[in-house]
């Protein structure tokens, strides 16, 4: 049974810890843990307060021993999810943050934070596989094609990604690539602004007036708002004029549209000639 003076001074500690004064709650926790190894509640709320000053590594220590004394406490596995969280160690925060909900599956937070982790991961996966392909030896089209669309997925995922500083290499790769398209000889008269508004954005990439490009592809969207191409050449413009979150979504239309677009083609539009 514990002791009452341990009481007292565990209570005084919690008192400090609910104001934020935590200095005073290390110091009587210690105190407490040093008097009682085995004290649970101590140990947890040890390290709540090294989390909350940004000492996630002795927030893991303190919280691991808090659960070697209860194991089976859901919010100690949830906290030391966000320890680990804090220093990016994912995989492991994700398990804590199951054991958690196995252990109490009403756990909001838990299941809050487990969705949050396992976003990340995946979003993670996407960037690495995406710069594999992009910095590769000699990438070919298909490298890239593949490369633009993980990275797009991992920013769409998580907008914070690292991935959108990738975006514009993949982009100029691309374009570096990029291939000519033709129409038809004769186009339905209700698509000829929708051509000649493409022609126009293609010339005004052609002199990397990509806030002209912008202008003229989004005039053609308005003639065809389902064209795969035009959000395409869309995304282009807006890597360029450094406006990541927009060349993303454009992109991503690009493959709602079409899930297997060729971001290689994105070359001059020529009509055929009559036959």
């Given at each position: 049974?514990?002791?009452?003076?341990?009481?007292?001074?565990?209570?005084?500690?919690?008192?400090?810890?609910?104001?934020?004064?935590?200095?005073?709650?290390?110091?009587?926790?210690?105190?407490?843990?040093?008097?009682?190894p085995?004290?649970?509640?101590?140990?947890?709320?040890?390290?709540?307060?090294?989390?909350?000053?940004?000492?996630?590594?002795?927030?893991?220590?303190?919280?691991?021993?808090?659960?070697?004394?209860?194991?089976?406490?859901?919010?100690?596995?949830?906290?030391?999810?966000n320890?680990?969280?804090?220093?990016?160690?994912?995989?492991?925060?994700?398990?804590?943050?199951r054991?958690?909900?196995?252990?109490?599956?009403?756990?909001?937070?838990?299941?809050?934070?487990?969705?949050?982790?396992?976003?990340?991961?995946?979003?993670?996966?996407?960037?690495?596989?995406?710069?594999?392909?992009?910095?590769?030896?000699?990438?070919?089209?298909?490298?890239?094609?593949?490369?633009?669309?993980e990275?797009?997925?991992?920013?769409?995922?998580?907008?914070?990604?690292?991935?959108?500083?990738?975006?514009?290499?993949?982009?100029?790769?691309?374009?570096?690539?990029?291939?000519?398209?033709?129409?038809?000889?004769?186009?339905?008269?209700?698509?000829?602004?929708?051509a000649?508004?493409?022609?126009?954005?293609?010339?005004?990439?052609?002199?990397?007036?990509?806030?002209?490009?912008?202008?003229?592809?989004?005039?053609?969207?308005?003639?065809?708002?389902?064209?795969?191409?035009?959000?395409?050449?869309?995304?282009?413009?807006?890597?360029?004029?450094?406006?990541p979150?927009?060349?993303?979504?454009?992109?991503?239309?690009?493959?709602?549209?079409?899930?297997?677009?060729?971001?290689?083609?994105?070359?001059?539009?020529?009509?055929?000639?009559?036959?």
């Amino acid at each position: 049974m514990t002791h009452p003076a341990i009481v007292a001074k565990l209570e005084r500690a919690l008192d400090a810890l609910h104001r934020a004064d935590f200095p005073a709650a290390v110091e009587l926790l210690t105190e407490v843990v040093n008097e009682e190894p085995g004290n649970a509640r101590a140990w947890q709320s040890l390290g709540v307060c090294y989390q909350e000053t940004a000492q996630p590594h002795l927030a893991m220590e303190a919280l691991m021993r808090s659960l070697r004394a209860q194991p089976l406490d859901a919010t100690t596995h949830y906290l030391l999810g966000n320890a680990y969280g804090a220093t990016g160690q994912l995989e492991r925060a994700a398990a804590c943050y199951r054991r958690a909900l196995e252990i109490d599956p009403s756990h909001a937070k838990a299941e809050e934070f487990l969705i949050k982790a396992e976003s990340l991961l995946e979003s993670r996966e996407h960037y690495r596989t995406g710069l594999r392909l992009l910095y590769s030896a000699a990438p070919t089209a298909d490298d890239l094609n593949r490369a633009i669309r993980e990275l797009v997925q991992s920013v769409a995922i998580f907008d914070g990604s690292p991935a959108r500083d990738n975006l514009l290499e993949a982009a100029r790769q691309l374009f570096e690539l990029r291939r000519e398209w033709t129409l038809p000889a004769e186009i339905p008269p209700e698509l000829e602004p929708w051509a000649s508004a493409c022609e126009r954005g293609f010339q005004c990439v052609q002199f990397k007036n990509w806030v002209g490009a912008r202008a003229a592809y989004e005039e053609a969207l308005q003639y065809r708002v389902q064209d795969a191409f035009v959000h395409h050449a869309l995304g282009f413009s807006f890597v360029e004029l450094g406006e990541p979150s927009d060349a993303v979504r454009a992109w991503l239309r690009t493959l709602e549209i079409n899930a297997d677009y060729d971001f290689t083609q994105f070359g001059r539009i020529q009509r055929a000639p009559p036959r």
